[in-house]
């Protein structure tokens, strides 16, 4: 095998289907073991949506007017990069760049707005030590969230906390499969991994959970690994900031 390049995997990604209604307090590692059997190297995908109604990451608006969360996203904003009629493009306290803080109203009871986890690889980690306390088995979590992306039309699902599992693998230094050696190149796993599990989980089916299976082993890892960390692009090297 060519130095760096790994050889095929066959990944299976698997709906977690047959969960409650999540509310606040809700134990989720226990309602994801309840659900579903789990292998060691399993990484298990969370919605920010379910994790933040058991963290009671959710506030009353009024369900008769669209725009009363705004106040909520003007408090979520750290700053404000662009506005465009009722639309925000913020930076939350975690670095996230994303559409109105985080805050949404989708999938959530009417007159609700769901906000993002305090700490969302906390909140991952609290998930993976929960599973492997119940159920015996070592998996990696990620917690998953909607972006929209530059450039780009759509939405997809990446990572906004993980635990268990490498958020981006290093390849700077390693070969290509003509022997070249890569000079930039560092895979988002933890984003791939979510897009991956958004596939069967889908955004009104109500199934907020997946399991990602067959994920390569040397992703996976007992350090402390943080999105926020390690995935975020400091604004010292971003040229679009």
């Known amino acids: 095998m060519t130095d760096g390049v ?15 209604e999540v509310g606040r307090g809700a134990d989720l ?15 298990v995908v969370v919605t920010q949506k379910v ?12 369900a008769d007017d669209p725009l009363s969360h705004k106040s909520i996203v003007e408090r979520e904003s750290v700053r404000v990069l662009r506005r465009r009629g009722d639309l925000v493009i913020s930076e939350t306290r975690h670095g996230f760049v994303c559409a109105n803080a985080g805050v949404d109203l989708s999938n959530v009871e009417r007159g609700t707005a769901a906000l993002l986890p305090e700490d969302s690889d906390r909140s991952a980690r609290r ?3 929960g599973i492997r306390a119940r159920a015996g088995v070592r998996v990696g979590v990620v917690v ?12 997809t699902d990446v990572a906004i906390g993980s635990a268990g599992i490498r958020p981006v693998v ?22 791939e991994v979510a897009a991956a599990a958004e596939l069967v989980m889908g955004k009104a089916t109500g199934v907020p959970v997946a399991v990602v299976r067959g994920l390569d082993p040397s992703v996976h890892t ?9 995935l975020l692009r400091p604004p010292t090297d971003d040229l679009f900031r």
């Open 29 to 43: 590692a226990g309602l994801i073991c309840e659900a579903t059997a789990l292998c060691d190297g399993d990484v």
């Open 170 to 191: 290093d390849l700077r230094g390693t070969r290509d499969a003509y022997g070249r050696e890569l000079q930039v190149t560092e895979v988002a796993v933890a984003d």
């Open 127 to 129: 998930i993976r030590d």
């Open 144 to 155: 998953s969230d909607t972006f929209g992306r530059p450039w780009r039309r759509g939405v």
């Open 51 to 62: 994790v933040s109604k058991a963290e009671g990451a959710v506030e009353a608006v009024d």
């Open 6 to 20: 790994r050889a095929p995997r066959t990944l299976t990604v698997i709906p977690v289907t047959g969960l409650p």
């Open 222 to 230: 007992d350090e402390p690994a943080s999105v926020s960390r390690d």
